[in-house]
């Protein structure tokens, strides 16, 4: 097996900065982890606030802390640097390569996106708290074992909301990820790709919102022992 991953992110339309920050780090004991963090508001504000929370996480994580820890000590690093004013939707992605699992944390209101061979495209919707604002606050944490044919989808809002507001229905991510693989694409770069053009379609090129996509796909091994890393970053 082989695992894929891919990240893309687009600011809000005229805003220069992004308040979304997208980070990852390897696993002291095998695999990486992916962070993804939407600050309250936007701009240079909310990305002082996504920069915080992503830091913290990332610095546990690249400790050894597992997920759910890190994604609570990044809540109380926040709400005790802010008073507890200000918010941030967090999710962790990781690939644990020792427990042969792929964990998802979750505290952010939107869905994450899964696919597995057994259950096919479903979404983990389950009610839950962002981090910043509230005193107790658990992330909610999901595990699935390391399989061919998974592939798990993680966003910000902005791509939820594509299109909404000028009284279209909305992206359905979902629908998206299921028509990409019954069409047998299972890149994760593809899939990124697909899901940002269909919420820049939506949004005539100018999203309303900032829009973060995070995704990793397993698939049969189909290269050397190789890890390679790929990016590309308009300046």
């Not at 609570?72 to 999710?91: C, E, I, P, Q």
């Not at 999901?142 to 902005?158: K, L």
């Not at 990409?180 to 899939?191: E, F, T």
């Not at 949004?203 to 390679?228: F, L, W």
Request: hydrophobic letters at 40%; glycine letters at 8%; a neutral charge.
């Amino acid at each position: 097996m082989e695992l894929l991953f891919s990240v893309a992110k687009v600011s809000k339309y005229a805003s220069r900065e992004s308040g979304d920050t997208l980070e990852m780090t390897e696993r002291p004991h095998g695999g990486l982890s992916m962070v993804l963090v939407d600050g309250q508001r936007s701009g240079r504000s909310a990305k002082a606030i996504s920069n915080v929370v992503a830091r913290k996480a990332v610095q546990l994580l690249a400790e050894g802390v597992r997920d759910g820890a890190a994604a609570r000590a990044a809540h109380d690093y926040l709400f005790t640097y802010r008073g507890g004013k200000v918010s941030a939707t967090l999710n962790i992605l990781s690939v644990d390569t020792r427990s042969g699992t792929l964990v998802i944390s979750r505290n952010n209101p939107a869905p994450v996106v899964i696919r597995t061979t057994e259950k096919g495209v479903f979404l983990l919707d389950e009610p839950s708290k962002v981090v910043g604002v509230h005193r107790q606050v658990k992330p909610i944490i999901t595990e699935i074992p390391v399989a061919v044919g998974t592939v798990i989808v993680v966003y910000t809002d902005g791509l939820q909301h594509a299109g909404s507001i000028s009284g279209s229905t909305g992206l359905n991510p979902a629908a998206i990820v299921a028509e990409l693989i019954d069409d047998d694409i299972w890149d994760a770069s593809q899939i990124v790709n697909t899901l940002l053009d269909s919420a820049l379609e939506l949004e005539n090129g100018r999203p309303k919102d900032d829009i973060s996509i995070m995704c990793m796909s397993v698939v049969a091994k189909q290269s050397d022992d190789t890890r390679r890393l790929n990016g590309r970053l308009p300046l």
